[in-house]
Antibody, heavy 121, light 110 residues
Framework: QVQLVQSGAEVKKPGASVKVSCKAS????????MHWVRQAPGQGLEWMGW????????NFAQKFQGRVTMTRDTSISTAYMELSRLRYDDTAVYYC??????????????WGQGTMVTVSS | SYELTQPPSVSVSPGQTARITCSGD??????AYWYQQKPGQAPVLVIY???ERPSGIPERFSGSSSGTAVTLTISGVQAEDEADYYC?????????????FGGGTKLTVL
C-alpha cells in the first residue's frame, strides 16, 4: 500500500536550518509530484510547494521562496524539504503529501505522518 | 488569512446531517477537495474533484459544488466523524499555480 514515512522530530535554534525527509513506498515515486504542507500548533494547513521527483523541478509558495529547498533521491524514493533561517513562527508540523494524479492536480491523496519542528532558543 | 472561507465550527447530533460550506473565487474555476483531520493525525482525503469519494471513505460523505461555493455533507453523522475538516483548491497568477486552503471547520458530534 502507498505509504509516506517521515523523519523524526527536530528542535532547532532561530537562524538555523532543518531538513525533513519523506520516504515513499507502494507506488512509482517518480510518477507523482510531492508536496510539503505545514501546520502551526492549533492552526490550519499551509502549502509550501512541490517537487517533481522525476525531473527535480520545484515550485514554491511565494511566502517561502528564498528560504525553502526541495530535493529528492530517486534511488531510495525519498523527498527532502529544507527550510533555512528558521524563525520562532516556523514551529509547526511539516507534512509531505503525494499529489493525486500523474498530471499535477494540486491535491493530496496520501500524507506522511508529519514531522514536528520546534524553533526554540 | 485563508483564500477559502469556512465556518469555524459546526455541531450536530449523532444520526443527523452535517453540512460544511466553503466559499472562494477559486472554486468557480478549480475543483475542490476535502480533508478530515483528527487530533494528532495527518489529514485524510475524503472528497476529491468536488464530489468524488476515494475508496475506503464511507458513503455518508458526499460533496457538491455551485458557483463559488462547495459543500461537504455527512449524512447520518457518527461519533467517529468528529474532526477538523479542511477544503482545498487551487488558484493561479498567470502561469503560476498554487494551492489554497480554507481555515478549517471543527465538527462536533453532540
Amino acid at each position: 500500500q502507498v505509504q509516506l514515512v517521515q523523519s523524526g522530530a527536530e528542535v532547532k535554534k532561530p537562524g538555523a536550518s532543518v531538513k525533513v525527509s519523506c520516504k515513499a513506498s507502494g507506488y512509482t515515486f517518480t510518477a507523482y509530484y510531492m508536496h510539503w504542507v505545514r501546520q502551526a500548533p492549533g492552526q490550519g494547513l499551509e502549502w509550501m510547494g512541490w517537487i517533481n521527483p522525476n525531473t527535480g523541478v520545484t515550485n514554491f509558495a511565494q511566502k517561502f521562496q528564498g528560504r525553502v529547498t526541495m530535493t529528492r533521491d530517486t534511488s531510495i524514493s525519498t523527498a527532502y524539504m529544507e527550510l533555512s533561517r528558521l524563525r520562532y513562527d516556523d514551529t509547526a508540523v511539516y507534512y509531505c503529501a503525494k499529489d493525486g494524479a500523474v498530471v499535477l492536480l494540486l491535491s493530496f491523496d496520501m500524507w506522511g505522518q508529519g514531522t514536528m519542528v520546534t524553533v526554540s532558543s | 488569512s485563508y483564500e477559502l472561507t469556512q465556518p469555524p465550527s459546526v455541531s450536530v447530533s449523532p444520526g443527523q446531517t452535517a453540512r460544511i460550506t466553503c466559499s472562494g473565487d477559486a472554486l468557480s474555476k478549480q475543483y475542490a477537495y476535502w480533508y478530515q483531520q483528527k487530533p494528532g493525525q495527518a489529514p485524510v482525503l475524503v472528497i476529491y474533484k468536488d464530489s468524488e469519494r476515494p475508496s475506503g471513505i464511507p458513503e455518508r460523505f458526499s460533496g457538491s459544488s455551485s458557483g463559488t461555493a462547495v459543500t461537504l455533507t455527512i449524512s447520518g453523522v457518527q461519533a467517529e466523524d468528529e474532526a477538523d475538516y479542511y477544503c482545498q483548491s487551487a488558484d493561479r497568477i498567470g502561469a503560476y499555480r498554487y494551492v489554497v486552503f480554507g481555515g478549517g471547520t471543527k465538527l462536533t458530534v453532540l
